[in-house]
């Protein structure tokens, strides 16, 4: 489940409220069980701890057309479904108008507000304006879908005279809120939808059940059950749309207004006529869909079943947790490894499990040691491994099996520079090999169907002469994460795979990059660590090198911060979010277990790897 976006705070299970005098303008108060009244300013607000509700303060008579817009900006915090009193600062038409939940801008801070104008000229003959200004680090859309976005904001608000009161008749639709209060609000989980593999579909390493994470931000503390399960029938947000489908029919809604896990963790939803008439596989595909859903915004419970029932409230199907697990997540079938890989000091491929620092040999001719390799990439099923020559330009193929007496050569780089060659290679859940060529002229990026199959070039959009420098694709074989060099700078972007064409002649591009670590001035390594998140070794401009947890949205986890370690070369990590993180650094393989620290495995080795 998606663990990404917020930051997580740690605190006394205090209530706190807004001291009386404070509550005049402030706008937002949250109310107490019992305790004393303290004074709470904004950033504490957003530090609160997750019990405390925050409501909004109605305006006050006679207040000025400044004070208005801080009170409303105020009361957007608040923790009320229809923002209610944040309406009660407009005038009527603009009450009527106002969409409150087409757009979320984030700014660093909550926006300045101040006149427009020099004093003569900011009341005007119908009213009086107000500028808003701040540092705008994200916008959240229509569908949920966070995207980074650092740019100054500006925008204004018009106020008019209504009853005597000055109240907001021209404003921006959508919200705009400061970036702790963002996080206080909203909760980041994953939707999940069935990837769409279109001209492949219809070969059987496809199949029809692989889930794709697609990341969104919901209100926490508003319905969140029934938010989430909304938002998935909602579909997938435009970056994901062309390659993930929905196993609900178009139109399908919730006909009961509020969803609740019962006491035995249950679930049960009641659907409109749009579900009536399913088939039983579809409906079991549509109950996965929310059980994976849900269980992203209900994270203090495990979601034990999931039924859809129809509108009269007969079960059309039911679904439970290891079922679902069993027979929907792509992820599950590549979480089963115990083995992580690296090549040691003499070039070999060598495997251990999580608790030994031992490495032997892999089986085959890659852990012989008369092929030198400089990286590999083990196929999900650990039956298979590719391994890249120390001078970067053979791709070798081969067995993980003693009887396998040699390994294919499945491509050869034009390369002249051993800096340039072939990347490291990465293999999808399909059984799909991928990897990229860099030469003087570019770069290239290329599969191999089932490792074995003819290079066949993928056609990245917007690439240009941009190098890519190294690639991750994911398990779902949808997304991947391509680190691309410009200019000397070496970013993460994401894209989504397409595939194209016919059966017979299928063409693959890959589409709508998209940058994961914006922040980051340099990247040096990537690895998917979970079903919408990587773990990114990067530095910011003037900084020094770090490792952190990002989303594929491009917001920051919420997990917890990476020790440091020295000068990373490469780091590995696996979907099964509970194995340890493994790195090259400059005191050899490191290995880093779940609250503990890095640890050395070898003093000797590079290039670690987890299989894919």
Excluded at 327 to 350: F, M, P
Excluded at 380 to 406: C, F, I, P, Q, W
């Amino acid at each position: 489940m998606r663990h990404g976006g917020r930051l997580s705070w740690t605190r006394p299970r205090t209530v706190a409220v807004l001291a009386a005098g404070a509550m005049l303008l402030a706008g937002c108060a949250s109310m107490p069980d019992e305790g004393e009244s303290l004074p709470v300013d904004q950033a504490s607000r957003a530090d609160a701890d997750s019990q405390v509700r925050v409501y909004g303060v109605p305006p006050q008579d006679g207040a000025q057309p400044t004070d208005i817009v801080r009170g409303f900006l105020d009361a957007l915090t608040s923790d009320e479904a229809n923002l209610r009193t944040a309406k009660q600062y407009l005038a009527t038409p603009a009450r009527k108008a106002w969409q409150p939940f087409v757009t979320t801008k984030v700014l660093q801070e909550r926006p300045k507000a101040t006149p427009e104008g020099s004093p003569s000229n900011r009341e005007d003959a119908k009213g009086y304006t107000v500028s808003l200004e701040g540092a705008q680090v994200a916008t959240v859309d229509r569908k949920h879908a966070y995207t980074p976005q650092e740019k100054a904001y500006k925008d204004t608000m018009h106020l008019t005279r209504e009853n005597g009161q000055w109240r907001i008749d021209r404003l921006p639709n959508g919200l705009v809120l400061g970036l702790p209060d963002f996080q206080r609000i909203y909760q980041p989980v994953n939707k999940y939808y069935f990837a769409a593999y279109k001209s492949e579909a219809g070969e059987p390493r496809a199949g029809k059940n692989v889930l794709v994470a697609d990341p969104v931000y919901l209100r926490q503390r508003i319905d969140p059950v029934t938010a989430s399960v909304n938002a998935l029938l909602q579909g997938p947000t435009n970056w994901l749309d062309k390659v993930a489908t929905s196993a609900f029919p178009e139109g399908t809604r919730v006909t009961r207004p509020t969803l609740t896990l019962d006491d035995s963790n249950a679930l049960r939803v009641r659907l409109n006529k749009k579900a009536e008439g399913i088939e039983a596989g579809q409906c079991r595909r549509m109950a996965a869909q929310v059980l994976f859903t849900v269980q992203g915004m209900a994270r203090a419970s495990k979601v034990s079943e999931v039924e859809l029932q129809d509108d009269h409230g007969e079960s059309l199907c039911s679904l439970k947790q290891q079922d679902a697990v069993d027979g929907y997540a792509q992820q599950a079938r590549a979480r089963h490894t115990a083995l992580e890989y690296y090549i040691d000091g003499d070039h070999r491929v060598v495997s251990m499990t999580d608790s030994v620092t031992d490495a032997t040999p892999v089986p085959g001719p890659l852990g012989t040691g008369k092929i030198a390799l400089r990286s590999v990439g083990v196929a999900h099923g650990e039956t298979t491994a590719a391994g890249v020559s120390l001078n970067g330009r053979a791709l070798y193929v081969a067995d993980l099996d003693e009887k396998a007496d040699r390994a294919e050569v499945r491509l050869r780089s034009k390369a002249k520079n051993e800096t340039d060659g072939l990347t490291a290679p990465s293999w999808d859940g399909l059984g799909d090999l991928w990897i990229a060529d860099r030469d003087d002229d570019g770069s290239r990026l290329l599969r191999l169907r089932s490792g074995k199959g003819e290079p066949q070039e993928v056609a990245v959009s917007g690439l240009g002469k941009r190098r890519i420098k190294a690639i991750r694709v994911a398990s779902d074989g949808i997304r991947i994460a391509m680190l691309i060099e410009d200019k000397g700078r070496t970013t993460l972007q994401l894209g989504r795979v397409e595939r194209g064409g016919t059966a017979m002649n299928p063409k693959l591009s890959v589409e709508a990059l998209r940058p994961i670590a914006p922040q980051l001035e340099d990247v040096v390594a990537a690895s998917w660590a979970g079903d919408s998140r990587l773990v990114v070794v990067g530095r910011q401009s003037g900084g020094v090198q770090q490792m952190q947890f990002m989303e594929t949205d491009g917001s920051a986890s919420n997990t917890q911060t990476l020790p440091g370690v020295n000068g990373v070369e490469s780091v590995a990590a696996s979907e099964d979010e509970s194995r340890p993180l493994i790195a090259d650094a400059d005191e050899g393989i490191v290995r880093l277990p779940l609250d503990a620290n890095w640890k050395t495995v070898a003093t000797r080795g590079t290039a670690p790897v987890y299989p894919g």
